[in-house]
């Protein structure tokens, strides 16, 4: 509900409120606290809490670095050097090791386990002086034309208030305010669903290739294998609906069948012992119609989410909480230039999902896959490539030139091979249109 007029009787005052405590949330709290402003944290849940979403990028630890959570996260990560792609289509497996990228000072990153990842970041925010609230559910913001009244629930049904000049929505998937504004979009260009779970006793590669992300594409999608250090391993199948909608037997017996066709990742799991619940979620790839308004801005999932195949989910969402914190910090130091912050907010917000988004359209395609597994580094575009694996789209890496002769090699791929395009296109195609009539089933329900 929005108004315009201001409600009384609030039971709290801040600067700037923050619906969520995962990376997103926690990070803009860390950085707005800092810069001297009332933050009041938000989360719906309890931490440690089971979330998806394990392995991080190269260009997340300098975030890290800069939080100053690097040593926690590393005494609870398992060390990731590169990524291996396994195609059945192909005789050979290909590894990409990320200091062979552009900028060879982010040579790896980690695997983590995200109830402790984000536990350790939402502790931080707390440290750092911003109120965290934990088991408190927003159930309603009312815009006013200066700020908004947030009201929230807690686990024991209590309910308060707090008035707030700035509301950032850091809500994950629930999309708080792009529900609340009917904001949101889903993208049937690429719709997934996935199931996962966790084994003990996975065969995992040796020295420093133990903590590698392998993909494992299959017929209907692709596998992660990620290796924690715990000793147990994430797997998960992503796949298309119309996949999904073959289940004719319990959640468990079908991610088994799963993989049991994919020899490659069977033989990695032959022996291993599944030892959590067989879980899914149906991965809608959606896009808000905005990034911002006045009083407001959407960061990380809040405002978009797309196929994580190139684990990009916790970078974008601490990402989008630096420029955001810069954004707000702008907005309520100097009014006069609030639209102009927001606009630079905007124009990065934008920038993430839009270069890897190029990437995941096309990664199920034959002929990208082949530039994949196969890759050349004729004018460093094999570099760049692997910069964009390591998530380096946000710096000063000189990247972009090689990233564009990347494209026109596959322009130019896909018009010498107009039977294969034709094919692909017309799979996709299909794959799209079974998405839109089922989103049209459930709309009609």
Same mark, same amino acid.
């Given at each position: 509900?929005? %108004? ?5 009787g +609030?039971?709290? @005052?801040?600067?700037v ?6 990376p997103? *949330?926690t990070t ?5 606290? /800092? ?8 989360? $719906? !849940?309890r ?7 394990e392995?991080?990028?190269p260009?997340n ?10 040593? /926690?996260?590393?005494? &609870? ?10 195609s059945?289509?192909? /005789?050979?497996?290909?590894t990409?090791?990320?200091?062979e990228?552009?900028? $060879? ?5 980690y ?10 970041l &939402? ?13 408190c =559910?927003v ?7 200066? *700020? ?5 629930e #807690? ?22 305010l792009?529900?609340?504004?009917k904001? $949101?979009?889903?993208?049937? $260009? ?5 199931i996962?779970g966790?084994?003990?006793?996975? =065969? ?43 289940r004719k037997?319990?959640l468990k ?11 490659p ?6 022996g291993?012992?599944? &030892?959590? /619940? ?10 808000c119609?905005?990034?911002? *308004?006045?009083n ?12 994580p @195949?190139?684990?990009?989910g ?20 100097n ?16 920038h993430?999902?839009?270069?890897? %988004?190029?990437?995941? #359209?096309r ?8 530039m994949?597994? !196969?890759?050349?580094?004729?004018f460093? +575009?094999?570099?760049?490539?692997? %910069? ?12 972009w ?8 090699? #596959?322009?130019?791929?896909m018009?010498?091979?107009? @039977? ?5 296109w =017309? ?7 079974? +998405? ?10």
């Amino acid at each position: 509900m929005q %108004s315009n007029t201001q409600s009384s009787g +609030v039971d709290h @005052v801040c600067d700037v409120l923050i619906i969520g405590g995962g990376p997103a *949330g926690t990070t803009a709290a860390v950085l707005l606290a /800092e810069k001297g402003h009332r933050v009041t944290v938000l989360e $719906k !849940a309890r931490h440690p809490r089971f979330h998806i979403g394990e392995s991080l990028l190269p260009s997340n630890l300098p975030l890290l670095e800069r939080l100053g959570v690097a040593d /926690e996260v590393k005494a &609870i990560g398992m060390e990731k050097w590169g990524a291996e792609f396994v195609s059945p289509w192909h /005789e050979h497996h290909q590894t990409f090791e990320f200091a062979e990228a552009w900028d $060879k000072s982010m040579p790896y990153a980690y695997q983590v386990r995200r109830s402790e990842f984000d536990e350790i970041l &939402i502790r931080n925010a707390g440290r750092k002086g911003a109120e965290v609230i934990e088991g408190c =559910r927003v159930r309603e913001v009312e815009f006013l034309p200066e *700020g908004a009244i947030v009201r929230a629930e #807690y686990d024991d049904r209590r309910s308060e208030s707090w008035q707030t000049r700035f509301v950032i929505d850091a809500s994950g998937r629930d999309t708080f305010l792009g529900n609340l504004f009917k904001a $949101k979009q889903r993208n049937p $260009k690429h719709n997934s669903s996935s199931i996962y779970g966790h084994f003990r006793d996975a =065969r995992r590669h040796e020295g420093r290739k133990e903590g590698h992300i392998t993909i494992f594409w299959f017929e209907h999608g692709w596998f992660w294998f990620i290796p924690l250090a715990d000793g147990t391993t994430s797997v998960g199948m992503v796949t298309w609906p119309y996949y999904m909608k073959t289940r004719k037997k319990p959640l468990k017996e079908f991610f088994l069948d799963g993989i049991a066709m994919c020899p490659p990742l069977a033989e990695r799991l032959q022996g291993a012992e599944l &030892i959590s /619940e067989i879980d899914a979620t149906g991965n809608f790839s959606y896009v808000c119609d905005r990034t911002h *308004g006045a009083n407001y801005l959407l960061l990380g999932d809040a405002y978009a989410f797309i196929d994580p @195949v190139f684990s990009s989910g916790v970078l974008l969402a601490m990402n989008s909480a630096f420029i955001g914190a810069d954004a707000v910090d702008a907005c309520l130091r100097n009014p006069a230039q609030a639209q102009a912050a927001l606009d630079n907010f905007d124009r990065l917000m934008k920038h993430g999902p839009k270069e890897f %988004s190029w990437f995941i #359209y096309r990664v199920t395609n034959p002929i990208m896959r082949d530039m994949f597994m !196969a890759p050349r580094n004729i004018f460093r +575009v094999k570099e760049a490539l692997l %910069s964009v694996l390591a998530g380096d789209i946000f710096g000063k890496t000189p990247i972009w030139g090689s990233l564009r002769i990347f494209k026109l090699i #596959y322009f130019i791929a896909m018009l010498s091979n107009p @039977v294969r395009s034709f094919t692909a296109w =017309r799979n996709r195609k299909r794959n799209i249109q079974y +998405v839109e009539a089922s989103i049209q089933g459930i709309s009609s329900q």
